[in-house]
T-cell receptor
Framework: DGGITQSPKYLFRKEGQNVTLSCEQN?????MYWYRQDPGQGLRLIYY???????QKGDIAEGYSVSREKKESFPLTVTSAQKNPTAFYLC??????????????FGPGTRLTVT | AQRVTQPEKLLSVFKGAPVELKCNYS??????LFWYVQYSRQRLQLLLR??SRESIKGFTADLNKGETSFHLKKPFAQEEDSAMYYC????????????FGTGTLLAVQP
């Protein structure tokens, strides 16, 4: 079940600590995404990256940061500035162009709990 | 602005009953619409896209531009269809970002 992996599956942190969620893909996809999934709110886009060394804010970027130093990797840091960080985080990737570019491949997710 | 609305948070049906998961959208131009599915303990994955006009696992979805709808239908529900279903459409512009609806949990009772 490769393709796109996220680690760890569960993560617990104390309030005030930054935490980094890992996302790696071996699909040779150019575009990568981070979503937050909360009950009743669907998937909300945090950050996305269409190419290495470039990324843009999504709808709820405040309190989060990302980097895209390699095509395969798109780590997400949840900072202490994020007011409500406890959530399920999903990473996804897609090819960058063409008819299939809207098909996103998702990782298994990381459940972050901040107390 | 582009928007996707899934009015039902939960849809509960009995096995063998017809299923219709509702999706309405607002989009300027000709939309490309998708249904994604997340089964229990599995990854979110693409179920079908309207441009393919295909039937996957017995599900179909027809784009109705007049009603701005893309409802997902299946004539006879199976227990294994129980999952969270998300409707999605492109945000537009020069990116391939998607806008997802809030999702509908389908529960098929035996």
């Amino acid at each position: 079940d490769g393709g796109i992996t996220q680690s760890p599956k569960y993560l617990f942190r104390k309030e005030g600590q930054n935490v980094t969620l890992s996302c790696e893909q071996n699909l040779n996809h150019d575009a990568m995404y981070w979503y937050r999934q909360d009950p009743g709110q669907g998937l909300r886009l945090i950050y996305y990256s269409q190419i290495v060394n470039d990324f843009q804010k999504g709808d709820i970027a405040e309190g989060y940061s990302v980097s895209r130093e390699k095509k395969e990797s798109f780590p997400l840091t949840v900072t202490s500035a994020q007011k409500n960080p406890t959530a399920f985080y999903l990473c996804a990737s897609s090819i960058d162009s063409g008819l299939s570019s809207y098909e996103q491949y998702f990782g298994p997710g990381t459940r972050l709990t901040v107390t | 602005a582009q928007r996707v609305t899934q009015p039902e948070k939960l849809l509960s049906v009995f096995k063998g009953a017809p299923v219709e998961l509702k999706c309405n959208y607002s989009y300027s131009g000709s939309p490309e619409l998708f249904w994604y599915v997340q089964y229990s303990r599995q990854r979110l994955q693409l179920l079908l896209r309207h441009i393919s006009r295909e039937s996957i696992k017995g599900f179909t979805a027809d784009l109705n531009k007049g009603e701005t709808s893309f409802h997902l239908k299946k004539p006879f529900a199976q227990e294994e269809d129980s999952a969270m279903y998300y409707c999605a459409l492109p945000q537009g512009g020069a990116t391939n970002k998607l806008i997802f609806g809030t999702g509908t949990l389908l529960a098929v009772q035996p």
